[in-house]
């Protein structure tokens, strides 16, 4: 009997973490099987770092309704070091010098199909990246986080009009064009004034 207790207590313990690891990890290895696939028609680098196993690496990953966006590398590719940012509506894609395709390396799948993520914002499949930002590889910032921290705060509104004419680093003055004219004025600190005043409205 107490054997048998013992079992039950066992799977009443194992059962829930064995249901959630399956979840946890199911759509990553699918998303590197898949991956696999995607990149396996190109030429290999291997002056880069020849790994002992070529594998794909998915940095990070976010469910949205029927697609997923991710991030993701073949380690037998070579990397763009370039500081690359992109804009894509209200958020900003930072590469940080690395991943590649498309500067970014990263990528949207819907219906099973796996697009870039400018093909699928250019053509529709994506309009909002925000469920992305936090991303770390590439960085996805919100439009408006001067300081890079993921949040959009008015401590990003001070830190542009403190320093309007010495924003130093791309990100932080890509992110700090809030009205996208191209330059960094204090209309972008008053328009993060205005987006904060709206969400606590
Ligand atoms: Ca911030
Ligand atoms: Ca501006």
Redesign the pocket.
């Known amino acids: 009997m107490k054997k048998l207790l013992c079992c039950i207590l066992a799977l009443l313990v194992f059962i829930p973490m064995f249901v959630v690891g399956v979840n946890a990890t199911t759509l990553e290895e699918e998303l590197s099987k898949q991956m696999f696939d995607y990149f396996e028609g190109d030429e290999w680098d291997l002056s880069y770092h020849p790994p002992e196993l070529p594998y794909i690496i998915i940095y990070d990953y976010v469910e949205v309704d029927d697609i997923v966006i991710f991030s993701a590398i073949a380690t037998w590719r070579g990397v763009d070091f370039a500081e690359v940012v992109e804009r894509y509506g209200d958020c900003c894609v930072h590469s940080g010098g690395t991943l590649y395709p498309s500067h970014t390396g990263m990528f949207v799948r819907k219906d099973g199909e796996i697009y870039t993520l400018k093909e699928a914002w250019d053509n529709g499949i994506l309009t909002d990246l925000s469920p992305a930002v936090g991303f770390c590889m590439p960085k996805v910032y919100s439009v408006g986080?001067?300081?890079?921290?993921?949040?959009?705060?008015i401590?990003?509104a001070t830190l542009i009009q403190r320093r309007v004419a010495q924003l130093g680093s791309i990100s932080l003055r890509e992110t700090a064009d809030v009205d996208d004219d191209g330059d960094v004025t204090v209309l972008d600190a008053t328009a993060i004034q205005m987006k904060l005043a709206k969400v606590e409205a």
Do not use: G, W
């Open positions: 986080d001067v300081d890079l921290d993921f949040y959009v705060s401590l990003d």
